[in-house]
């Protein structure tokens, strides 16, 4: 690479590892590191946790850890840059059983059918099928219930998991 004028470095640049100095330290009590590898040694976890503590081994800058850099994580795990990042970040502000455990959703959502609805697409559902056919088929009460303008769009999986809900035999 060549430069125009010299280049003075940057001040977070670490020559030793040869990668920016990190904004997010692990530093593992050494209780914590006995416990990330009782669990990663007993494989007795799910497979996203196991990672995650294997990153967290890996990433420790205290006393007895190997402190090793986010591409030698990566290259050692076979996971990418993005989640060993991840991991540093979460435990750095969260600690270590918040960053073990799977993140909860945030999303929330809306219901198709409120209970007027449901009631519904029971009664629709014990009712005879459409002329043509034998019995009702989640597809057909979906349109059904579309056309009976009950709601203005619903899926068919919607249609099934409200009918498993509510424990009513088609027959």
């Known amino acids: 690479m060549v430069f125009s004028r010299p280049f003075l470095g940057n001040p977070r640049f670490d020559a030793k590892e040869g990668v920016m100095e990190k904004r997010y330290r ?3 009590t050494e209780e914590e590191r006995q416990e990330l590898q009782k669990m990663v040694s007993t494989g007795r976890a799910a497979a996203k946790k196991l990672a995650r503590a294997r990153i967290l081994l890996l990433a420790d800058q205290a006393g007895g850890g190997l402190g090793m850099s986010d591409p030698e994580i990566c290259e050692a795990l076979g996971c990418g840059r993005a989640t060993v990042e991840r991991v ?5 502000e969260d600690g270590l059983e918040l960053t073990l455990q799977p993140a909860q959703s945030q999303r929330v959502y809306e219901r198709r059918l409120d209970g007027k609805a449901e ?53």
């Open 88 to 92: 540093r970040k979460q435990f750095v």
């Open 26 to 28: 692990v530093t593992l």
């Open 119 to 171: 009631a519904h697409l029971v009664a629709l559902t014990c009712g005879a099928p459409p002329a043509g056919h034998a019995r009702w088929t989640l597809r057909l009460l979906a349109d059904r219930m579309v056309a009976l303008e009950h709601v203005e769009t619903v899926s068919h999986e919607t249609v099934r998991r409200t009918l498993k809900k509510t424990n009513s035999s088609r027959g």
